[in-house]
């Protein structure tokens, strides 16, 4: 099965940008809100995943 997965950079500045989590973009938007900061680098970038499927739980009923 294939999905996405994102490759997220953020920072104060592109020179500066870090890796974070996709999940975690909006908690560094609202720190940098906080921080009074003019302005902010946010990088995502989208590439296509494969995995293999959950093996399904067996319940036993």
């Given at each position: ?24 973009i909006n ?8 921080q009074e ?10 590439r296509a ?13």
């Open positions: 099965m294939y999905y996405w997965a994102f490759d997220c950079l953020f920072n104060a500045s592109a020179e500066a940008a870090e890796k974070i989590f996709s999940s975690e908690q560094h938007i609202d720190a940098a809100v906080v900061l003019p302005e902010f680098y946010v990088e995502i970038l989208a995943c494969k995995h293999l499927p959950r093996p399904s739980e067996d319940t036993g009923e």
